[in-house]
C-alpha cells in the first residue's frame, strides 16, 4: 500500500493551490506550514513573501484564504497577526486520515523503494574482555537505527567490529604459552559469562606482567608477529579466545533481547589481508607519506598542542598497523564489496577526530565521494546518580550484565506489586520485558550526543518519561479492547470529535512523517519523545473521554478505534526502538 499523506501534507497542499491561485508571481512559494497552540496549524510563509513581493502581508493573506475553493478539510482559516494563517482542519478530516492509517499495515510510514545500502557499525565489544556500561550505547543505539532504516526501505548490512587483534592478542596468547593452566576449566561446560570472567582475569593478569616485565614485552611482540604471519599453534589459541568471546556475547545480547547474527561479527582480524594494499594505494596516490619511517596522513586544521600537524598514522615506522589501517580497510571493503552508499558508525564521542581524520582520508582517497558518505552517529557517556562515570564502588568499570540483571530485578518487583493475575512465571518473562526496555529507553530517549544518568529508581518507574509509563498505557489499551465485548473498533467520520480526541488524533497522524525525520536524522531520540507525547496524550483522552460508557455505540466504536490505533502505533514505535510492549501488565 502506498503511503497514507498525513493531514499536514494535505493542509500544505490546500494552501499552496491558495497561494499560486491568489499571488501567480508568488511561484512554488512554501507556505511554512507547522503545529500550532493557537489552532491545529499555523502558516507563516505570507510574511518572507509579502516582502519579496512588497506587499502588505496581512492583504495578501486574506487574499490566499479567498481563493481556496470550500472543502472538507480546511474547517476554518483565520488571519492572524501581521499575516499568519490559523488553520484549524475538521473532525471529519481527522477520522478519515487515521482510518486510511489504520487499513495500512505500515500505519502509513512511507516506504523508500529507491533506499540504498547502509552498512551500521555498532556493538563493538573486545575479545578476552567482559562487556562494561560504556559498550551499552553503540548497542541499543545502533540496534534501534538498524530497525529504524529497514522499516523506511533501507537495505542495512551489520557490523560488528570487535577488537579480536593486535599487540593484546600476542600478550594475552604469550602469557597462555607460560601459564599453560590459568585457563584450565574444571568444568568443561563453563561456558559465557564464568568462561569470560576467566578470561577477563587472565587478560588483566597479562596486562600487568607486559607493563612490569621488558623480557615478557618483547616476547609477546614477537608473538604478534606469529599471530599477523599466521602461525598454526599461535592462531588456535587465538581462536579459541575468539570463539568463547563470542558465545559470551551472544549471552550478553540475547538478555539485552538483541539479535546479533554471526556472519555479522567481521572484527579487526577480518581485514588483515587489506592493510598492505591500503597502505599502498594510500602511498601511491599521494594521499599518505612517510614521515620519520612511519606512513601519515596530515590535516592543515588538525595541529597538536604545540602547534605541529597532527597526523593520521596508517602505518607505524616498524611496520606494525594502527586502527587507522584497519578503519580505511574496512571503508574499501563496505563500499566495494557490501556496495554501501552510506556508512553509518555508532561510536563514542570521544573518537570523533580519529572518525574525522579516516573519512577525510578516505574522501581523498575516492572510496568515499558524492555516491558514498560516511557517518559517526556519535554518543556520549553513561554517568552515574553523581553526574560523574559510572564505575563501581572500588573505582572499576560496571559489568554490563550486572547492570542489566539488576535493571530486571527492580522491574520484576514492580511488576510483581501490580500484578493481578500472572503467574511467576509471566512475572519473570514481563519482568525481563519491563527491565530491558526501561535500560533501552533510558538511553533512546537521550539525544545520542548528550551524557545521561544511569538512575534505575527512575527508569522502572511508572510516572514520567520512561517505558514502562508506555508499557503500562499500552497494556490498558488492551485491556479495554479485551472488555469491549461485542463492541468493535470503527472510525466514524460524522462525529464531532472532543479536544482530547482531537489532540490525540492529530499526533497519531504525524506518526508516518515523524519515523522518516528519525531515519534521515539518526535520531531515535524523536520517536522516544514521540512516543511518550503519545502516551501522554491517550492518558487526558482516557481520563475525558468514556470509552465503553460513551453515550452512543457509534461513540463507543469510534473510541475503541482511537485506542486501537494507538495501541498499534505505541506497538510499531516500541518495536523500532527494540523494546518489547507486553499485552498484559
Not at 144 to 155: D, H, N, R, S
Not at 527 to 555: G, I, N, R
Amino acid at each position: 500500500m502506498a503511503s497514507v499523506p498525513s493531514l499536514a501534507s494535505t493542509v500544505q497542499q490546500r494552501l499552496a493551490e491558495g497561494l499560486s491561485a491568489a499571488l501567480p508571481e508568488a511561484g512554488s512559494a512554501d507556505p511554512l506550514l507547522r503545529r500550532s497552540d493557537r489552532a491545529d496549524f499555523q502558516a507563516n510563509g505570507i510574511l518572507a513573501l509579502a516582502k519579496r513581493l512588497k506587499g502588505n502581508p496581512r492583504e495578501l493573506a486574506t487574499k490566499v484564504v479567498e481563493a481556496i475553493p470550500a472543502n472538507d478539510v480546511l474547517g476554518e482559516i483565520e488571519v492572524s497577526g501581521p499575516g499568519f494563517l490559523n488553520i484549524t482542519v475538521t473532525d471529519a478530516a481527522i477520522v478519515r486520515t487515521l482510518a486510511a492509517r489504520a487499513a495500512d499495515d505500515r500505519l502509513g510510514v512511507p516506504f523508500n523503494e529507491s533506499a540504498g545500502t547502509t552498512v551500521i557499525d555498532y556493538a563493538q565489544p573486545n575479545v578476552a574482555k567482559e562487556m562494561h556500561v560504556g559498550h551499552l550505547r553503540s548497542a541499543v543505539i545502533g540496534a534501534a537505527m538498524v530497525e529504524i532504516l529497514e522499516f523506511t526501505g533501507e537495505k542495512v548490512v551489520r557490523r560488528h567490529h570487535i577488537g579480536d587483534w593486535g599487540t593484546q592478542f600476542g600478550m594475552l596468547i604469550q602469557y597462555l604459552e607460560e601459564h599453560p593452566h590459568e585457563l584450565d576449566h574444571k568444568d568443561a561446560e563453563i561456558t559465557g559469562e564464568e568462561a569470560m570472567s576467566n578470561l577477563d582475569r587472565l587478560y588483566k593478569a597479562a596486562r600487568r606482567l607486559f607493563d612490569a616485565d621488558e623480557e615478557f614485552k618483547t616476547r609477546a611482540r614477537r608473538r604478534v608477529v606469529d599471530l599477523q604471519a599466521g602461525d598454526p599453534r599461535t592462531l588456535a589459541t587465538w581462536q579459541r579466545f575468539v570463539d568463547e568471546s563470542k558465545i559470551y556475547f551472544f549471552s550478553v545480547f540475547e538478555k539485552l533481547d538483541m539479535d546479533i547474527r554471526d556472519e555479522d561479527i567481521v572484527g579487526e582480524s577480518g581485514y588483515n589481508d587489506m592493510l598492505n594494499e591500503t597502505c599502498r594505494l594510500l602511498e601511491e596516490s599521494g594521499v599518505a607519506v612517510r614521515s620519520e619511517g612511519a606512513l601519515c596522513v596530515f590535516f592543515d586544521d588538525i595541529k597538536g598542542p604545540d602547534g605541529n600537524p597532527t597526523p593520521l598514522i596508517v602505518q607505524k615506522s616498524d611496520g606494525g598497523f594502527g586502527y587507522a589501517a584497519t578503519d580505511l580497510s574496512a571503508i574499501r571493503d563496505r563500499v566495494q564489496n557490501l556496495k554501501a552508499s552510506t556508512l553509518l558508525y555508532v561510536v563514542d564521542a570521544r573518537q570523533a577526530l580519529h572518525f574525522r581524520m579516516v573519512f577525510e582520508t578516505a574522501r581523498r582517497a575516492g572510496w568515499l565521494n558524492e555516491d558514498v558518505k560516511a557517518v559517526q552517529l556519535a554518543f556520549g557517556t553513561v554517568l552515574g546518580k553523581d553526574g560523574k562515570p559510572f564505575k563501581t564502588r572500588e573505582g572499576e568499570t560496571v559489568r554490563l550484565v550486572d547492570l542489566l540483571d539488576e535493571a530486571i530485578d527492580r522491574a520484576s518487583a514492580v511488576v510483581r506489586e501490580k500484578a493481578q493475575d500472572l503467574t511467576e512465571e509471566e512475572i519473570a518473562e514481563r519482568g525481563a520485558q519491563v527491565g530491558i526496555g526501561a535500560v533501552k529507553y533510558a538511553d533512546l530517549s537521550t539525544s545520542a550526543a548528550r551524557d545521561y544518568k544511569f538512575d534505575l529508581d527512575q527508569m522502572v518507574s511508572l510516572n514520567g518519561d520512561t517505558s514502562v509509563y508506555l508499557q503500562y498505557a499500552y497494556a490498558r489499551i488492551q485491556s479495554i479492547l479485551r472488555k469491549a465485548g461485542d463492541a468493535k473498533p470503527a472510525a466514524h467520520p460524522e462525529l464531532a470529535l472532543a479536544p482530547s480526541e482531537r489532540a490525540l488524533g492529530l499526533h497519531l497522524d504525524a506518526f508516518g512523517e515523524l519515523v522518516a525525520e528519525t531515519a534521515a536524522e539518526y535520531a531515535p531520540h524523536k520517536l522516544a519523545a514521540y512516543l511518550y507525547q503519545l502516551a501522554s496524550l491517550y492518558t487526558t483522552f482516557y481520563s475525558e473521554c468514556p470509552v465503553l460508557k460513551a453515550d452512543t455505540a457509534e461513540q463507543v466504536e469510534n473510541r475503541l478505534f482511537l485506542c486501537e490505533l494507538t495501541a498499534r502505533t505505541l506497538h510499531r514505535g516500541m518495536a523500532l526502538l527494540g523494546i518489547r510492549t507486553p499485552e498484559r501488565l
